[in-house]
């Protein structure tokens, strides 16, 4: 019999270098709410403003099975900085996505999406056994497909229309991937980011 996606993922809290990623519940709402404090950074990802707009991206997270969303916490502040999530979590196909995730501006380039991403990477490839692990973004977000071309992954291609546009319109998706042959080259690398 197969497992369920959150009977495969667990709960786990992930801690790194730098940051802390512990699974979000109702009562982060307030402090995940004031990491957004530049909206306009967000032209391409839907994220929420306010503190009752994000209530509800967290009960919409928590109510989805194949999703676990994570606070991420600054471990030289202990602070929430962002949040991040697995999601289209398949442990059929041992594959899952890593998304929804954004910072407060101080914390963009500051080595938290790094280590953020090597723990989420790391336990799935060596705890979890996965053998693929992808990434979406809206084709014209910049930033975020730099970001995640840093990570060592391949950019798959465009779906088109495959989800809904911040801007009301259907977004093309950009789409990237790593499977888990490639993780050991790409862990190391990316080991040598988080290490002054």
Known sequence: MT????????????????????????????????????????AWTPVPIGVEA??????????TPNRLAFTV????????????????????????????TWYTSSAQGAGVNPDAKYLLLRHAFETLGAVRVVWHTDERNAQ???????????FEGLLRKHRPAV???????????????????????LRARITP
């Open 167 to 189: 801007d009301g319109g259907w977004r093309t998706t950009a789409q990237y991937s790593m499977v888990d042959d490639e993780w050991p080259d790409c862990r190391d690398r």
């Open 3 to 42: 497992s369920l996606p959150r009977d495969w993922i667990g709960g786990p809290t992930l801690t790194g270098d730098r940051v802390v990623l512990t699974p979000v519940t109702p009562a982060d709402a307030e402090a995940l709410a004031a990491t957004i404090d530049d909206p306009a950074a967000f």
């Open 54 to 63: 994000t209530r509800q991206f967290i009960n919409l997270a928590l109510d």
């Open 73 to 100: 916490t600054d471990r030289r502040s202990d602070a929430i900085v962002g949040t991040t999530s697995y999601y289209e979590i398949s442990p059929t196909y041992r594959s899952l996505a890593i998304g929804f």
């Open 144 to 154: 975020s497909r730099a970001a995640i071309l840093k990570l060592g992954t391949t």
